[in-house]
Structures are given as C-alpha cells and as structure tokens.
C-alpha cells in the first residue's frame, strides 16, 4: 500500500492503494466514482474509458503507478456544475440509452470525438466509436453525435 | 394469451395507504397499491399463480410524483411505458413523473415481454382511482362537490369559483379515503401521455453517471468477492487454496472458490487471472474434481445423442401441436421439403456481470441486486440463513441488461453464503470469463422441418420436430412436453391444414435458460429458413410464396407487406447484393424483418439495411419500441454471425470478448424501422419479438445472395 495523489475531474484525491493496482478499481471502489464501469478487463470493451489528458483511455489496464501526473476525467466530470456538455444532452434527445451500461464509456469517446471534430463523418464516427454495446445503441449513438454537432439526424 | 391480458384489478390497500401516508409524511405523501398480475406463460407459473405486483405513488411536497414498481430496469423502458399508464390517468404532466424501483421483497417477475402489457389496464387503473381520490380530497377542502372539480398538471380546480388545490396540499387527506372500485379510465382518443414518445425516467442518470447498478451498489462496511468456478460446469475443488496477498478470506464453495478483499481488484485478479482457463489445476496445485457425466458435456456427443434423438427419439406426449393429417400428407406429397437445422448453445452476454449485495443481520437481511425476480431472491436469502422473506428487503438495482440470465439465482446464491462466513455486507461479482463460461445458455437444438406440397406447389402438410434441452425440465417445472421449446413452432400463423409439431428432450446437463426470446430464438431460424427453401421448391418468391400462406391474416400481412415496401423487394437487390425476409410472431406482436447483404470476400458478410416492420398492437412509446427493434436486430446478428458456446467435457469455451464477438458499430447496418398499430385489443410486448426474424432473414439473404444455404448457425 502506498499513499499516492491523483487529479480526478480537477480534483486531487489521495488514496492508499498498493500501486499496481488499476486505476478502474481505483475510482470505482476508493473514490466512490463508480460512473466508470468494468465490462471485460482485457482491454476490450471501453466501458472502462476515462480521459487521460485529453485522450480516451482503458482504466481497467492503466496502473495507480502510471496515472500520477497526469490529469484524469471520468464520466462524472462531463457536466460542468451540473449542466450537461452538449453530447450528453444529445443522448437524451436522442434516447441512446437502454440499459446504459456501456454508455459511460460510449459518452467518453463521443465527446472526445465532438470535441475534436466539428463535423465528423460516419466513417469517423464508425473509427472512434470502438465501443462494444451489447443492446445495440448503435444507431442513437450515431444519431446524438449528429446533433451535437448539428448535422442532420440519420434514418 | 390476448385473452388473459385484460383480468388485472388494481386494488388500493387502504391500510397500507393510511400507515404509509403517516410514515412518510415529511417526505411526501404515498399511496401503496397492490396489483393482482396475471403474467401468462411458464415463468410466471412457475413462480406461483397470482403474483403480486407492489407499488406505490408518492406525492412528493414539489407536486411532482414518483411512481415505483417491483419490477426490473433493464433498459426496455418498462418503468417509462408504466408511469406513462399511471400519470396518464393520475392528470399530472409528463414533466412531473419520476421513477423508482419498489424495494419490496414481493414484487415480478420481469421477463416474456409482459411488463407493460401484463399491466396495461391495472396502471391505469391505479392511477384513476389516486386522481379520484385526490379529487374527493380536493372537493371536501374546497366545500364543492367532487362532480365540479377536474385535475390538470397535479392541480385540482373547482369550476364553480376557480379555486385550486395542489396534488400536495391535498394528498395527505385523499390517502384516508377509501379508493374507488371502477374509476373511469381515459378514453384512448383523449390520451396525453400513452403513445407518445415520453422521454425516459432513467436515462439522465446513464448519461451522467450517477446511475447505480448492481455492481455499483456501495454500503457501509461493505468488502467485495469475486468467483472462479470449477472449469468443468458443477465440478468441485479438492481443498480451499491458500490465502492470497492483500485478502481477507478465500472461501471454497463447493462448485467455486470465492476470493474477499477491501475493494474489488484483488478478488478479480485472482478470479480471472493468471491462471489458464480450463486447466484442471487451480492455485497451490489444488485440482478441480471433474463433474460426474463430465465425458458428455461435450459438443460432439451432445450433436451425436442429438442427431440420434431426431432420427428415432419418443416424442413428448401430448403432442406440441396435431392438426390434421400432417405425416401422412407430408407422405403422399408431390413435392416436398425437408431440412434440418441446428443452433447452438448461446451465451446472453449482459455488459453488466452478475453480481450481488447482501447484508445479514441476525434477523434480518438487505439485498441489493440486478434481478429479474426480486421475489425469489429474498426465497433464496431465507433458503441459505433461515432468515423470514418477511425480513428480506430486496432492492431491484439498475440492471446491465438482463436478458433473462439475471432471473436466475446461481449468483445471489452465492452472495448470501459469502456474507454468512464473512459477517460483513458483501458485493459479490462475477468476473466477465465466468459470466461466459458459467451461464445458463440458450439450449442447443435441432429442429427438423418437412413442407409438404401439393402439385402448384401450395403447402399441405407442416411437420416439426425439435430435439433440445429443456430449461423448464432443467429446473423440474415440466415433464417430457417441449413448453417453452416449441414456440414459434407451434400455432404459426401459416394456412396450412395439416400441422404436426413435436418435441422431443435433449437429456444434456449443460445448464441452460432463458435467452431474450426463448424458443422462438430458435424455432423462428428453422421455420422461416424453411419457408425459403420450399418457396424456392415450389417455383415462387418468398414474399409471395408467404402472403398466399397468410392469405386472410392482417396482421401478418401487414408486417410482411411493410418490410418489402421498405426495402424495396419488388425492384430487386441492387446488384451484388440480396435480400432476405423473415417473418415472427410471439409475445402478442408480429415482427418482419428485411435484409440487405452482400459479400465482399469469401468468409465474409456485410449487413446494409435492415427494415424492421412491427405491429405490437399499439405502441406505448414509440421511441420505446424503435429502440427494442434496433437493439433486437443488432443482438440477432450478433448471434446469428457469431454466438455460440462449444463444451469440451464440461468446460465452456466462451471466456471473454476475445472469444466472443459482438458486431460493433462499424458493422451495423442502417436500420428503418415502422410502426404498425392495428389496435389496442392486440396489445402486445416489444423486448423479444425483434430477435426471432433476424437469424433466418440474414439465412434467406445469403441464399438468395450465392446459393449456400445455412442450416446451422452461427454463420462464421
Ligand atoms: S473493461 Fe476496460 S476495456 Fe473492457
Ligand atoms: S446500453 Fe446496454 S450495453 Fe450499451
């Protein structure tokens, strides 16, 4: 175990963890940030996405150790004081959601896309959409990347 | 089934009420009620006849209301299409509702499709008879008589001076009252809520990440516990292996080993990692003992005992379905087909993996749990402490998806016997490659069809056999009868005079349940494969050679007609490509499904469109059926292409995602999909009826596309 400071959504978090651990479990299970959600662990499914500076990452694969200089955006930390960003706003327009538990991980991804895109296409959404939905939000996750970025819905 | 559909009554208790308004006053004021659920088919049965449904409205001091229900969340929507029938009737806005689960041991059984249509007329009921209610209330502190009042926006107003009062202010007087027996209902023509595309209660939470499922459930004091199985499905561990670093307890459960630490990646690497999957050697050189019957759970010799059992195997008496003359007209055909296909055992793949909460007090326990049957969960919790289900409080979390898997109480089961040793509130979960391996699975089976024809190439004759392994059987529901098994084979919505269905058991032990459609997972494969293949037997293309086959059946031309208009059947494929159709029926609905494919390279399949047609009768939220459409294609072609579970003497080979493969969006077609509303009479469910059609419209397109034609699926 080992006291060790991380910066989650802006805040510094101190927690005690044995350093090998990976940083999903981390916020999950010591942070209460539990947004972030576990689907295979092997690097597989990005249910487990967080932004690590910026760029959309595998909590489940990225060590305590590793994650300590850099700064780390969960789900949680999509809204800012409590307003949605605009591609949370467009999966509630466009009812993405079913069970919703990929989507946190789905949510990542798309507003990194969004954000660094100002019109992407179907064949860069399809590229950075590598998500795995098991109750198939395909569709409505295209769709709400199209309105947030103000292009016309898809059938 | 339509038939039993409309026999709920909705009671208001007016104890409960009066003992929980006091209860909970300073939150706001609840009206408890409690439905009688007629939910037809086995599961229901099975869990007793005359279920109750728990609920309860809360008047909240905002005027707002929350509606809570027993029932499970597992993205269908069903909390969202229930509270659309409750506040329809209860006269508040849209706006006002919110959603909750019940936490009460005693609620449903969530599964067939059934819980919205079970509960159609009984939400509206009970949402009349609190609207009356607070209207009494109302009209009493208003000295009007209640003939003068009317309710709007959660406000009541007196039309002889205009006066109002909130749903709040009145709220805690109208739970006094006793509840009217027959409230008046709505008329359809003056809904605001049913039917429209009313946003869902439970998506703000999934977008921002304050949604809790069950894996996300945390208490105080609470450790956490992974599994591992016995590779070998029911084989057992020789000796408890030895503490791991950085763990508080390692506890041999007999089948499995259970690892608890202060958080959960201790556990989970333990569980999940390091050591190879199906090796027969577990830590410390302890060994896995292999399952009796082991040698069996085999694919192979599970096909072979299969292929014997199609061949000359007794079929289950009463017969599925005997209509006519079926073998002896099949006989004497002048043209005829057969064919015999083949599905395999099939994971349900929930992104959420099965997983627990449970806190034991001496006399009491708290659950909390992504669970299909929150009612059998709290049977289980009495079953392993000896605690009262009266005692048993089980919280329905969040579910990952259900799929039917999480009806089942291997995990719960397991939850509450980790807890016993550790004396402490315990989340148990699963690691994904036990979630794969260690499923109940949709059974393996084969399904002969015969089409006999008469010389223009009408069929005559329709015989069936399915040879599979029974869930019902599995679990002691049944005898040798296929039950769940033949549906979709049975009472097909085909004219064909003479029908034979039969089951016959498949005695495998691999452990099997139920998948998002059941039977008609697999039966829908074969029957409309068939229908292809004797349509191309006969001279005639297979919407046409199905519309004469539907000939005086709306509805079901209805689907059949709309899905060819969509994708453009009668123009024809552009070239290179195909399409292919399928037609299914069940859970009150009907669903057609069209197909463009083409193939780029051997071994491979590309999906362009699907154009989905659905008649559920009415559509209580239309985004809501949409959404069950689409994910029930992407869920089909998933399986269709790729799902299976092989066993090699016990063990499974589906671990993780690596192995298994789930279509991504890049590999999704677009899909079109329209509403059929034929009528209110007909209501029907949405969570299963989009999956049958795909495996069998994706067979007929390949077909059609090169001339192979797929028997047994998955495709690749
Ligand atoms: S949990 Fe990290 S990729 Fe699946
Ligand atoms: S919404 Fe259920 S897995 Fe994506």
Not at chain 2, 127 to 135: D, F, N, S, V, Y
Not at chain 2, 158 to 187: E, G, H, K
Not at chain 2, 301 to 312: E, H, K
Not at chain 2, 615 to 624: L, R, W
Request: glycine letters at 10%; one cysteine or more.
């Amino acid at each position: 175990m080992t006291v060790m400071t991380i910066n989650v959504n802006g805040v510094a978090r101190t927690v005690d963890v044995d350093p090998a651990t990976p940083l999903l479990w981390v916020l999950r299970d010591v942070l209460g940030l539990t947004g972030t959600k576990y689907g295979c662990g092997i690097e597989i499914c990005n249910a487990c996405n967080v932004w690590i500076d910026g760029s959309a990452e595998k909590a489940c694969h990225l060590l305590m150790k590793d994650v300590l200089t850099v700064k780390i955006v969960t789900v949680e930390g999509l809204a800012t004081n409590g307003v949605l960003s605009k591609i949370q706003q467009a999966f509630i327009d466009e009812q993405t959601p079913q069970c919703g538990f990929c989507q946190s991980g789905v949510l990542m991804r798309a507003a990194k896309l969004v954000n660094g895109n100002a019109k992407p296409t179907d064949a860069q959404i399809d590229a950075a959409m590598a998500n795995i939905c098991a109750c198939g939000t395909y569709p409505r996750i295209r769709a709400a990347i199209k309105r947030a970025t103000g292009q016309a819905p898809v059938v | 089934m339509s038939d039993q559909l409309f026999k709920n009554g909705a009671e208001l208790i007016n104890t409960n009420v009066s003992r929980r308004a006091f209860m909970a006053g300073s939150v706001g004021t609840v009206l408890a009620f409690v439905l009688e659920s007629s939910m037809p088919g086995s599961v229901a049965n099975a869990a007793g006849a005359g279920t109750k449904i728990s609920g309860y409205l809360t008047i909240n001091p905002d005027n707002t209301v929350t509606v809570a229900f027993g029932g499970a969340e597992m993205g269908q929507g069903i909390m969202t299409g229930l509270a659309q029938c409750v506040a329809e009737e209860l006269m508040v806005d849209w706006s006002q509702v919110k959603t909750e689960s019940a936490p009460w041991a005693q609620s449903y059984i969530t599964g067939g499709s059934f819980g919205v249509r079970a509960n159609f007329v009984a939400m509206r009921t009970a949402g009349a008879q609190a609207r009356e209610m607070l209207i009494s209330a109302a009209a009493t502190s208003m000295g009007v008589p209640a003939s003068s009042c009317t309710a709007s926006a959660g406000v009541i107003t007196n039309t002889l001076n205009s006066q109002t009062r909130t749903f709040t202010s009145v709220a805690a007087d109208a739970a006094l009252l006793t509840p009217p027996a027959s409230p008046a209902l709505t008329p359809k023509a003056n809904w605001r809520i049913i039917g429209t595309r009313a946003n869902r209660t439970d998506i703000r939470g999934k977008v921002d990440g304050s949604a809790i499922f069950g894996l996300d459930v945390q208490v105080p004091g609470m450790v956490y516990a992974a599994v591992r199985h016995s590779p070998a499905i029911g084989g057992t561990l020789a000796a408890t292996p030895k503490l791991p670093a950085g763990a508080t307890h390692v506890i041999n459960l007999g089948n499995a080993v259970a690892v608890v630490a202060s958080h959960s990646w201790i556990p989970l690497d333990y569980c999940a990692i390091g050591i190879s999957s199906t090796s027969s050697t577990w830590r410390d050189g302890i060994k896995w003992t292999a399952p009796a019957g082991a040698a069996a759970m085999t694919t192979a010799a599970i096909l072979s005992t299969g292929n014997t059992l199609m061949a000359s195997g007794t079929p289950g008496s009463p017969l599925a379905e005997n209509i006519g003359t079926a073998a002896a007209n099949y006989t004497a055909a002048p043209k005829k087909f057969e064919g015999t296909y083949q599905v395999p055992f099939l994971p349900h793949v929930m992104m959420e993996v099965p997983n627990c909460t449970v806190s034991l007090s001496t006399n009491s326990a708290e659950v909390w749990a992504p669970t299909q049957a929150a009612g059998w969960v709290a049977s289980t919790v009495a079953a392993l402490t000896g605690i009262p289900t009266a005692n048993v409080t089980v919280h329905i979390t969040l579910l990952g998806a259900g799929l039917g898997r999480k009806i089942e109480q291997d995990f719960i089961a397991e939850a509450v016997k980790v807890a016993k040793i550790v004396g402490k509130p315990v989340k148990l979960f699963w690691p994904r490659e036990e979630d794969l391996s260690q499923d109940q699975y949709r059974p393996f089976g084969l399904i002969r069809v015969r089409l006999g024809m008469d010389a223009s190439g009408t069929p005559t004759a329709f015989q069936a056999r399915n040879v599979s392994v029974s869930p019902l059987f599995q679990r002691g529901w049944i005898g040798a009868t296929g039950n769940d098994n033949v549906d979709g084979l049975v009472d097909s919505p085909y004219n064909i005079p003479n029908k034979l269905v039969e089951f016959v058991r498949h005695p495998s032990t691999i452990p099997v349940g139920f998948w998002r459609s059941v039977g008609e997972s697999m039966n829908c494969f074969a029957l409309e494969s068939a229908i292809d293949e004797a349509a191309l037997i006969a001279g005639q293309d297979p919407v046409a050679f199905r519309r004469t086959l539907l000939a005086g059946k709306t509805r079901e031309l209805g689907v059949l007609n709309a899905a060819a208009t969509m994708i453009g059947w009668d123009a024809g494929a552009p070239a290179g490509h195909a399409y292919g159709i399928a037609l299914a029926s069940g859970f009150g609905s009907l669903a057609c499904l069209a197909l463009e494919v083409s193939q780029p390279a051997a071994g491979s399949l590309t999906i362009h469109r699907a154009c989905m047609a659905v008649d559920p009768g009415m559509a209580v939220n239309p985004t809501q059926v949409e959404a069950q459409m689409q994910g029930g294609i992407i869920q089909g072609l998933t399986s269709a292409l790729w799902g299976k579970t092989t066993f090699a003497n016990g063990k499974a080979s589906s671990k993780n995602f690596n192995n298994v493969r789930l279509l991504k969006m890049s590999e999704s077609p677009a899909i079109q999909v329209q509403i059929i509303e034929s009528g209110i009479q007909y209501l029907g469910g949405i969570g299963e009826v989009g999956v049958p059609p795909v495996a069998p419209a994706l067979a007929n397109a390949y077909a059609r596309l090169n001339g192979t034609r797929v028997r047994t699926l998955p495709f690749f």
